[in-house]
């Protein structure tokens, strides 16, 4: 796990989610400008050429189903934990200015 995370941290100037597609694309545009200047502007412009998938079904797991999935999938979650912190702390360290005083 820690190879694959150094890998990560060495291989790839940012690692993003479409689950949190606003910090996702924010992060792209402030560190890969040549290629994701205006991401945002672009991705939210046309709705109807980006659409927001949506699950009609319920998502609900029992307990015991969830408790074996994660136990099954520990390291690809801890992988996943460990790219959103890193994501959103790339996301911090680009719009540090933005963000009000505590």
Known sequence: MQITKMNVERE?????S???TNV?????????P????NARTVYYSDSEKFNINTV??????D???EAYL?????F???LYLFIMQRLYKQYIAAYKDEFPAL
Request: hydrophobic residues 40%; negative net charge.
């Open 56 to 61: 009609s079904h319920d998502t609900h797991l």
């Open 63 to 65: 307990e015991d189903v």
């Open 12 to 16: 790839y100037a940012v690692v993003g």
């Open 76 to 78: 690809e979650i801890e």
């Open 18 to 20: 479409w689950e949190d």
């Open 24 to 32: 996702t694309l924010a992060v792209l545009e402030a560190y890969i």
């Open 70 to 74: 994660r136990s099954s999938f520990s």
């Open 34 to 37: 040549k290629y994701f200047s």
